[in-house]
């Protein structure tokens, strides 16, 4: 910040992956009743989803199966294979399906508009983890207590948070995680939970910074004594 010259040069898909998840992680725990055998729902199988599915079991959660839906089957299939046993993971054949089985639910899709609106799937049995963002029609929203990492940021770029707000307005956003972190919003149970996290820079700066901290000290890094050309 002082010069504007740069520190490190990281790779920064696993360090996006990392804190994708571990917000993912954070709100599953804060949202939701209970860690233990829960069925885990997957809906759109790449390497976000499988990310949040190492976080979650690193924090503690237990499940009795995971259910997974992909629009290339394929793909849940790898998914399935990909956890080594870990879970046991039941391929589904639609979203409908996964909702019907699961108790926690992660939108990990590259859908661009809302594409599933049937909002009797989606109960107060139900927290959603809506990463892709641009998956759920208003009319599940409207049912649902809706936390955001940050309101202004949630409603930009055609989320399905955005749509739903311009047609009804912001009141049905009840908070951001930070504040049912610090009980300033109370979890409601009586109604599905959909976090819907747009994604926030500051994320990346701390887990690229801890990266860039632990490699400095073990070593790891390379040193690049010559990049900039006055080396002052
Ligand atoms: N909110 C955040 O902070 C955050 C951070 C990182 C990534 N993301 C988002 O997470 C999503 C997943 O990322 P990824 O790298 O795993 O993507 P990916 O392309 O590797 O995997 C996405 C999978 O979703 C499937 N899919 C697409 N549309 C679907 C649908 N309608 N129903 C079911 N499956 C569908 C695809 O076939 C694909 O297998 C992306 O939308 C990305 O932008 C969000």
């Not at 849940?76 to 080594?84: H, I, R, T, V, Y």
């Not at 989320?159 to 912001?170: I, K, P, Y």
């Not at 926030?200 to 801890?210: K, N, P, T, W």
């Amino acid at each position: 910040m002082a010069t504007g010259l740069p520190v490190a040069c990281l790779e920064g898909s696993a360090i996006s992956a990392a804190r994708t998840a571990a917000s993912a992680t954070l709100a599953a725990g804060a949202l939701h009743p209970r860690k233990e055998r829960q069925v885990l729902g997957i809906i759109g199988c790449g390497p976000i989803a499988k990310t949040v599915h190492q976080h979650l079991r690193a924090d503690g959660w237990f499940f009795r199966y995971v259910t997974a839906f992909d629009l290339d089957e394929k793909r849940a299939q790898e998914f399935g294979a990909s956890l080594d046993g870990e879970d046991d993971v039941r391929i589904a054949g639609s979203i409908a399906e996964v909702a019907d089985t699961a108790d926690l639910i992660v939108f990990a899709t590259t859908a661009g508009e809302p594409h599933f609106f049937a909002a009797r799937h989606i109960t107060a049995r139900h927290t959603v983890l809506h990463l892709s963002l641009r998956d759920l029609g208003a009319e599940i929203l409207l049912g649902a207590q809706n936390i955001v990492d940050d309101p202004e940021h949630a409603v930009r770029e055609g989320t399905s948070v955005g749509l739903a707000v311009a047609e009804h307005g912001d009141t049905i956003v009840a908070g951001t995680l930070a504040q049912i972190l610090t009980a300033d919003v109370a979890v409601d149970y009586e109604r599905p939970r959909i976090f819907s996290p747009f994604g926030l820079g500051v994320l990346d700066i701390a887990v690229a910074s801890y990266v860039y901290d632990s490699s400095a000290a073990s070593g790891q890094g390379t040193e690049v004594l010559d990049f900039f050309a006055d080396p002052a």
